[in-house]
């Protein structure tokens, strides 16, 4: 079905055709800029903060039409701030003649700092505690010089890409290296990217965008009006991507899919589907043509579900018509891997977001509740899986929400930018009682109370100071903490 979505465009058309450029990194702080903004009621419907997936070009055009929304509000200096400041990272996408526009354009980022790392640990392997349940595994400590760089480029009108790593001490990683084609609204992308799903501020339910994949998929670059009757279904956004991964327990190589479709019925209503699924793979029963159907429509495949490792999940995010303050609720409700466990055992998240504090308008303040059941009536434990036995992971990261399934966590978010955003600070705090399915346990079951801080600084046009804390500590004397401060150069 979510492939079926991207015949739309060539039938409904949007009015915002563009050149095809890169996505915006998922960990980037215009994400929060936009999020914001929509809370504030500026983007007129145009965005949604459940799809991580926007494109450089969508980002100038949202920016500049809440520069234009926000003319004559308490909100006219932040938005122009925000414009700004992403102009002077990716340049002034505005169109020009065709004449005037360079067939190459170049952009990258140097960042160079230090980092620590201390106490971080994997899920564990297995299903059953006191079964084949290993535990989590624990992750060395590190600590050094951390060196970063980002490269995106624009090749004509239809061909864009971005490269990004790190280097640390003892280790290098590639985030992102994808190549992207855009005609029209649809864009094809192969490569390696980080993909995230859900409008959860500390992660989605299916995705929360902390793993990269490496294969190749399709998105919408813009939301597009569906045609005829359609229409009263509002704004479709989608996409998907198949990819692969190293290995999970004794399964090497299996396939993932995953995917995500949004209606935007109203402009303050928008609905998503996320979808994704593991599946097939060298160790695991011979996938049959049949198994693939059934993974797509959402069916066990296999003689037992051995196949195949799903996760569903439906969010909503809504804007509350109200005068007093600009206030935004949200939720996603969570299925894993069988037909009652939307219903007997799920995964829930609820929260609610103030754009704008009364009186201190750069402020930014939110909360947010998580939960997963444990294992009831013959349905499975979240993010554990009998033939998958690493769970919902790859390369020993949870591919899901950080709390790791079974349990609770309360978060509590601050944004606070200053009116021209030179100054960027996010600041989590949260409150964690992990149960004994979770895939963290038994170590790191129960109780546990950290925080986030990350803190941006733009000194100059092209020049940012970067500070970014997180620590954890359990009720049973664990912890978990990371720092990292760096200096980060702008070039373009």
């Not at 790190?166 to 390696?192: E, I, K, Q």
Request: hydrophobic letters at 40%; one cysteine or more; proline letters at 5%.
């Amino acid at each position: 079905m979510i492939l079926a979505v991207f015949a739309v465009p060539a039938a409904a058309p949007s009015s915002h055709a563009q050149e095809a450029s890169s996505f915006i990194a998922s960990d980037h702080w215009v994400h929060g800029a936009l999020r914001r903004l929509d809370g504030l009621g500026l983007l007129a419907g145009e965005y949604d903060p459940g799809a991580r997936s926007v494109a450089e070009r969508s980002v100038d055009r949202l920016l500049r039409d809440a520069v234009r929304a926000a003319a004559g509000t308490p909100y006219e200096a932040a938005a122009r701030g925000y414009l700004e400041r992403f102009i002077e990272e990716f340049g002034d996408r505005r169109p020009i003649e065709p004449a005037q526009r360079s067939p190459v354009r170049l952009g990258a980022a140097v960042e160079l700092g230090f980092g620590a790392e201390s106490g971080a640990v994997t899920g564990g392997s297995g299903y059953r505690n006191g079964i084949n349940w290993t535990g989590p595994s624990r992750i060395p400590s590190s600590n050094g010089v951390v060196s970063k760089v980002a490269l995106w480029a624009h090749l004509g009108r239809h061909v864009a890409g971005r490269v990004s790593g790190v280097l640390r001490s003892d280790s290098a990683a590639l985030d992102d290296a994808y190549a992207l084609l855009g005609v029209g609204d649809v864009g094809a992308w192969v490569g390696r990217r980080v993909v995230g799903f859900g409008p959860a501020a500390g992660g989605g339910i299916v995705l929360s965008g902390a793993h990269a994949f490496t294969g190749g998929g399709l998105a919408l670059l813009e939301g597009v009006a569906l045609p005829g009757v359609l229409r009263y279904l509002g704004v479709l956004r989608a996409e998907t991507f198949l990819s692969s991964v190293n290995e999970n327990g004794q399964v090497a190589e299996p396939w993932f899919w995953a995917g995500r479709v949004s209606l935007q019925p109203h402009p303050r209503l928008i609905v998503g589907l996320n979808r994704a699924a593991m599946f097939g793979g060298s160790g695991n029963t011979p996938l049959r043509p049949r198994d693939v159907l059934y993974v797509m429509i959402g069916k066990h495949a296999g003689q037992g579900s051995e196949v195949d490792n799903q996760i569903a999940a439906v969010d909503a995010w809504y804007r509350v018509p109200i005068n007093v303050v600009p206030l935004a609720v949200y939720a996603e409700w969570g299925s894993e891997d069988s037909a009652g466990a939307w219903k007997d055992v799920p995964g829930i998240v609820v929260g609610g977001e103030i754009a704008s504090v009364p009186g201190l308008p750069g402020l930014s303040l939110g909360i947010e509740r998580v939960s997963f059941a444990p294992s009831c009536c013959g349905n499975p434990i979240w993010y554990r899986h009998w033939r998958f036995l690493d769970g919902w992971a790859a390369d020993g990261r949870l591919l899901g929400h950080p709390l790791g399934g079974h349990g609770t966590e309360w978060r509590l978010s601050l944004r606070l930018d200053s009116q021209d955003a030179r100054l960027r600070l996010r600041g989590d705090a949260f409150a964690r009682d992990r149960g004994e399915e979770n895939v963290f346990a038994p170590d790191r079951a129960g109780e546990s109370r950290g925080g986030v801080l990350h803190v941006t600084l733009r000194l100059a046009s092209r020049l940012e100071l970067m500070m970014y804390g997180l620590h954890e500590r359990g009720k049973s004397g664990w912890r978990e903490s990371r720092v990292e401060t760096a200096g980060r150069l702008l070039l373009r």
